[in-house]
């Protein structure tokens, strides 16, 4: 069985900073495009970032950009989500995702995702 397991998440205060980390189990993550979702209480799931299999080229949703980095450590099949400047409104259960789509990570954003991790509370808050 295909597993992905967020970590990291936790309490941090307004410009705080989180490190998130994605661990694959049962496959290899550089086999895959891997993508960082979000879902806030009463809103939808919108993706935060990604991470393309090929090349590591990477996309960012426009409120995270310049403050959360992604990257992947292909030796220790994981992928991580860093968090700057972190605000009231990042708050939010983070999923990990992974895509075969040679494509999945775009200019564009995220295709279809294939796996889902179990999410990982991100709450800011003073």
């Known amino acids: 069985q295909v597993q992905l397991v967020e970590s990291g998440g936790g309490l941090v205060q307004p410009g705080g900073s989180l490190s998130l980390s994605c661990a694959a189990s049962?496959?290899?993550?550089?086999?895959?495009?891997i993508g960082w979702f979000r879902q806030a209480p009463g809103k939808e799931r919108e993706g935060v970032s990604c991470?393309?299999?090929?090349?590591?080229?990477?996309w960012y949703t426009d409120s995270v950009k310049g403050r959360f980095t992604i990257s992947r450590d292909n030796i220790k099949n994981t992928v991580y989500l860093q968090m700057h400047n972190l605000k009231p409104e990042d708050t939010a259960v983070y999923y990990c995702?992974?895509?075969?789509?040679?494509?999945?990570?775009?200019?564009?954003?995220?295709?279809?995702?294939?796996?889902w991790g179990q999410g990982t509370q991100v709450t800011v808050s003073s």
């Open positions: 991470i393309s299999r090929s090349d590591s080229r990477t």
């Open positions: 995702a992974a895509g075969r789509d040679h494509y999945y990570c775009s200019d564009s954003g995220i295709r279809m995702t294939d796996y």
């Open positions: 049962r496959f290899t993550l550089d086999n895959y495009g």
